[in-house]
């Protein structure tokens, strides 16, 4: 993904979602599924690099 992709635009607005809201829960599955849509995996591929840092993998290969 790349910065000028219209998935990572997408991803970045789900982080400003209000999910104590009933506006942000009900667009949350329509955003998702937009992204989904134009990359497919990306969203799955965002969700196992945040179990990973809470894992407390910093990504680094120098081991």
Do not use: F, N
């Not at 000028?4 to 607005?13: C, I, K, M, Q, S």
């Amino acid at each position: 993904m790349t910065p000028e992709d219209p998935t990572a635009r997408l991803l970045a607005v789900l982080q400003g979602i209000d999910l104590t809201s009933a506006d942000g829960r009900a667009g949350i599955g329509g955003l998702l599924s937009e992204i989904e849509r134009l990359s497919p995996g990306s969203v799955l591929q965002q969700a196992a690099r945040i179990e990973l840092r809470a894992l407390g993998w910093t990504g680094s290969r120098d081991r």
